[in-house]
Structure formats: structure tokens, C-alpha cells
């Protein structure tokens, strides 16, 4: 499933969880309480105008709704409460670590498909929309309460998607602007794969994967939602994440000459992305040296290089 790296819904994967049998909101408000009202975290809340689409505010000044802290219950309280009255503000509270504000919830809530130590989070609110954005981690996504609308394009739309900033985001991530705005003309290649789109539609015990770098915009489309996930990175050789050499590669090469740029991309194709095979195929493995495997020493013998040469060494 991790190595094809393609989305996958998995329909009933958690239908068995107590918190996915839960019938109306407020019982599902009633089940977490369970666990302790949590400690306090930051909830977004949004006028009644923006229906429960948080993004940029205009001209990507600010964003379009408040930040608050609460705690769980007093969030959970302020959600119920809220149904139904098309004048009150709409909340989301996202990335919640289990463990943490839910302690006990696993023990009821379990993923045993998943490496040990993988810890969830949870995301509740009213109905809300989500700017497409990517994880940069294996995502598998639980439906506990509500229904939710994954509506995912492939890492290679990057381009068409013309990304927003990468360090004025509205939670983390960089989002796709055109997919906020669809018909919007400054975003012409949008166009071309607006309705390339892969959709999927999750009722409660339903879950999907998601592989990391997918990009994807996430509706909440009940008035109450509450969703479980889990990222882990499945191919991790060490603590170093590659988008780390994405900012490295962002100072070291993006403004140097197209025909340098060029030259460098067939380096990093061979000895990164290996698109020919291993660049060292016509040697004896024993003749490899550091670029053998990583698990036999040489990811800290190439650590410790990389190291010593941005420390100017």
C-alpha cells in the first residue's frame, strides 16, 4: 500500500471504534469527556460569513478568522452549542495529539496497522473547508463523526496549483491558491486539471491513505465533523527530512544561471533520484564506499560531511 504511493479508501477500516458508533454530536461530545477536558490549544474561529472556509484574508494580509485558546471541553461545549444557529461563528480545532488531550483514547481507539509509537491527532468543528496543502508524512485519515470530502491532486501538479507562500501559511503548510479560487483567471493552468481530480467521500469507519507529498483540500461537509489521523514517515533512514535538501537546494541553486541549474539537475538525478539505477552499478558493492547502503554507517559518514561543510569546514 506505502510503496505504490497512490491514495487508497479503506471503507470500514474504524467502524469498530466506540468513538465511530457514536449517534448525534452531543454524544460524541459526551464520549470524549470521558477522557479529561484536555489541556488548552488553539482553536480557530471564524465569522458565520466565511461558512467555515479559513483562509488568507485579502491580499494574503492576515488571515479570515481568529485564533483562540480553549480547551477541548470548552471547545466541544462551544461546537454543540453552535448547530443550527446560522449566526454564530464556526470553530475548528485541528491536530490535536491524542495522547496528550485525550489520554485513555487509544486504549478504546486502537490503529494496530501502524508502526508502534505512531500517535494520532485529532481534528473537530463544524463544517469547514480546507485549502489544498500536502504532508510531507504517510497520512492515513479516520472518519469518527460527520462526513468528509478529500479532493486530492498528484505531487506533480505543484506547478498548476500555483502554491502560496511558504513561511505565511495559514497552519503549517503552503496552500494552493488557485484551488481556493477556481475560476480565477490569474491561475490558467488550473484549468487543465481542475477536473483531473481524484474525490473521495468518507462516512464514520470509513478511512483513506494518503501518501506523502499528495496534495489535498479537506471538507467537513456535516455540521458537526471529527476526524483521527495518523502520520508517520514509512521510509525514514534517519532524522533528516528531504525537504530540508528542498531549502539547502533552494540557497544553493535556484538563482544561479538556467544552464547551471540544468547541469546540477543531471547530478541530482543520478545520485539522488537514480532514475538509471544505482550510479555506482558498474563496481563491486565492497567499491562503494559512502554511497552504499545508508544503513550500514554511511548515512552519519554523509551527516557528519554535510555538517562540517555548512559549518564552513
Known amino acids: ?135 510531507a508524512f504517510e497520512n492515513l485519515a479516520c472518519v469518527a463523526a460527520g462526513r468528509r470530502r478529500f479532493t486530492l491532486y498528484p505531487p506533480a501538479a505543484i506547478a498548476d496549483l500555483y502554491v502560496g507562500p511558504i513561511d505565511n501559511t495559514l497552519s503549517g503548510q503552503p496552500v494552493s491558491l488557485a484551488a481556493s479560487d477556481p475560476d480565477n483567471p490569474a491561475y490558467p493552468r488550473f484549468q487543465a486539471i481542475r477536473d483531473q481530480a481524484l474525490v473521495a467521500d468518507l462516512m464514520p469507519g470509513d478511512a483513506l491513505f494518503l501518501p506523502k507529498l499528495w496534495w489535498h483540500q479537506v471538507e467537513a461537509t456535516a455540521p458537526f465533523n471529527a476526524m483521527v489521523n495518523y502520520w508517520w514517515d514509512a521510509h525514514a533512514t534517519g532524522p533528516d527530512a528531504p525537504f530540508t535538501s528542498l531549502l539547502l537546494a533552494m540557497i544553493t541553486l535556484a538563482e544561479r544561471p538556467a544552464a547551471e541549474r540544468q547541469a546540477w539537475r543531471a547530478f541530482f538525478d543520478h545520485y539522488a533520484f537514480r532514475q538509471q539505477g544505482h550510479p555506482l552499478a558498474h563496481l563491486p558493492e565492497e567499491k562503494h564506499g559512502v554511497l552504499g547502503p545508508l544503513k550500514a554507517g554511511n548515512y552519519g559518514r554523509i551527516r557528519a560531511r554535510v555538517m562540517h561543510l555548512l559549518r564552513g569546514g
Not at 4 to 26: D, E, I, K, N, S
Not at 40 to 59: H, L
Request: charged content about 20%.
Open 1 to 135: 500500500m506505502v510503496d505504490r504511493c497512490q491514495p487508497l479508501v479503506l471503507r470500514g477500516l474504524v467502524g469498530h471504534w466506540p468513538a465511530a458508533a457514536t449517534a448525534t454530536p452531543a454524544a460524541f461530545r459526551d464520549y470524549l469527556a470521558r477522557f479529561g477536558p484536555g489541556v488548552a490549544m488553539e482553536t480557530f474561529v471564524g465569522p458565520p460569513e466565511i461558512k467555515g472556509r479559513y483562509y488568507y484574508g485579502a491580499d494574503l494580509q492576515g488571515f479570515n478568522f481568529e485564533r483562540r485558546t480553549l480547551r477541548l471541553g470548552e471547545a466541544l461545549d462551544m461546537m454543540v452549542r453552535g448547530l443550527g444557529d446560522s449566526g454564530s461563528p464556526t470553530l475548528y480545532a485541528g491536530s490535536l495529539t491524542v495522547d496528550q488531550h485525550l489520554p485513555g483514547f487509544t486504549d478504546e481507539n486502537a490503529m494496530p496497522l501502524l508502526p508502534p509509537g505512531t500517535q494520532g491527532r485529532v481534528w473537530l468543528g463544524h463544517a469547514s473547508t480546507v485549502a489544498t496543502h500536502y504532508d
